[in-house]
């Protein structure tokens, strides 16, 4: 109790934990702020691959989320919702909602909801209006507020392949359900990585299925031309801005197709379309043959193609000890032989560089730009050692073909995917606009 300056009494608000905020909270945004201010639910049913779950409520509080957890009863048997409590900082919702009507509010209140485990009960019920359990209750709440829903089915393999569950998912996938593959090996469809979820679920709600109806093209990685069976020249690219850029096209709804070099990356896996290349040759054939098969709207020549090779490659290991005078000759240049054959499609090419300055590699970029017909230039200073090859992150500058520029600064490459694939997007509207006067 304490008195004020006139002498009224005011009694003091009694101490409550609920004035403090959860600890766990501590590490929303720690990875990226893109989606602070936004939650999702994050449904949880009783696969046995649902401990998974908690990494991934983790990963999505680090790159912004509020997550609210909704588990079925039967999930309760198999992991306490204190872990989940403790994980997400929030109540977590199970059993039967009461007079609070708390799967309304979540619906009205949350930004998407996320059912990961999904079994195929869980699908089928979903399919059929079934609302026996908190998980596909709040589910349905969402698909009728219009909010985004995406399924992550783990089960056995034959039960993915049941008719039944064909048909749910199916059904479900006409009603606007978003589904992401989970990992099949042997016979089982496994939970994916907490990464890829989180990905999914950060494109999703930044852009939505902005590119859906999209065919898009991406090439990515180094290639290698063979000295001997064992020796070959290459380069350092490690094909992660390629990458970023087919799994953030997919994850908005694009048709995408992958040409990729020898690159080692858990995130080749996330691709469902793909075709493995070694030499600079094959990648040239490869291109042509999709651009005949895909009819692409874009492509996207992020690879780093070695650009030379050796006039004659030995059939056996050149012993250690030889002296080699080593003669190359040039690789096609696969751009130049894209851009003649490109048709309709938008064209991005990049532009590896080593320059001193922004001013520099702007200029450089926009020679290439007027060389290869292209509609986009991206360019980076690969003297930089923080950035580009074999880094997580990358800074460029982007000159489009009406002369405008743009510089991204340094950041993730799934970022600086997202900001390409926005203009690739934005010319494709244009160039549709464009045919309809």
Not at 129 to 149: C, H, Q, R, Y
Not at 264 to 271: G, K, P, T, V
Not at 327 to 334: D, F, G
Request: hydrophobic share 40%; net charge neutral.
């Amino acid at each position: 109790m304490r008195r004020d300056l006139l002498g009224t009494v005011e009694l003091e608000e009694p101490f409550t934990y609920k004035n403090i905020e959860h600890p766990s909270k501590k590490i929303i945004g720690e990875q990226s702020k893109e989606l602070i201010g936004k939650c999702i639910v994050l449904g949880v049913t009783s696969s046995v691959s649902l401990y998974r779950s908690v990494d991934v409520a983790r990963t999505l509080m680090k790159n912004g989320l509020e997550v609210h957890v909704v588990m079925s009863e039967e999930a309760t048997r198999l992991v306490s919702p204190e872990l989940f409590q403790w994980a997400t900082g929030n109540p977590v919702y199970y059993g039967r909602f009461g007079g609070e009507v708390g799967h309304i509010s979540l619906s009205e209140a949350c930004n998407a909801m996320l059912i990961a485990p999904a079994t195929e009960n869980t699908v089928s019920k979903l399919a059929y209006g079934i609302a026996d359990s908190p998980v596909t209750l709040v589910a349905l709440s969402f698909m009728g507020a219009g909010k985004p829903v995406i399924v992550v089915p783990t089960m056995h393999i034959q039960l993915m392949k049941s008719p039944q569950y064909l048909e749910s998912s199916e059904k479900l996938k006409k009603l606007g359900v978003i589904f992401h593959d989970p990992i099949i090996e042997g016979d089982k469809a496994k939970f994916p990585e907490g990464w890829e979820l989180s990905w999914h679920v950060e494109a999703l709600l930044s852009r939505g299925e902005d590119l859906k109806g999209m065919k898009i093209l991406v090439t990515s990685g180094p290639t290698r031309e063979y000295l001997d069976p064992v020796r070959y020249i290459s380069n350092p690219s490690s094909g992660k801005m390629g990458l970023s850029i087919a799994i953030e096209a997919m994850y908005r709804g694009a048709n995408v197709s992958l040409i990729h070099g020898p690159i080692i990356s858990d995130e080749l896996r996330a691709i469902r379309n793909r075709i493995a290349v070694e030499t600079t040759n094959e990648l040239l054939n490869s291109v042509l043959s999709e651009m005949g098969a895909f009819s692409p709207d874009a492509i996207i020549m992020a690879a780093a193609p070695a650009d030379f090779r050796p006039t004659y490659s030995e059939e056996r290991k050149i012993p250690s000890n030889s002296v080699l005078n080593l003669a190359l000759e040039p690789t096609p240049k696969v751009i130049e032989e894209i851009s003649r054959r490109k048709k309709g499609s938008i064209l991005v090419a990049f532009a590896a560089e080593t320059v001193d300055s922004d001013e520099e590699l702007k200029r450089a970029a926009e020679a290439k730009l007027r060389k290869y017909d292209a509609d986009m230039i991206v360019a980076n200073n690969v003297s930089r050692k923080d950035i580009g090859f074999s880094s997580d992150y990358n800074e460029t500058i982007i000159v489009k073909r009406d002369g405008s520029v743009l510089k991204i600064e340094k950041t993730l490459k799934r970022f600086v995917a997202r900001k390409i694939l926005d203009i690739v997007r934005d010319m494709r509207v244009g160039k549709r606009n464009e045919g309809m006067r």
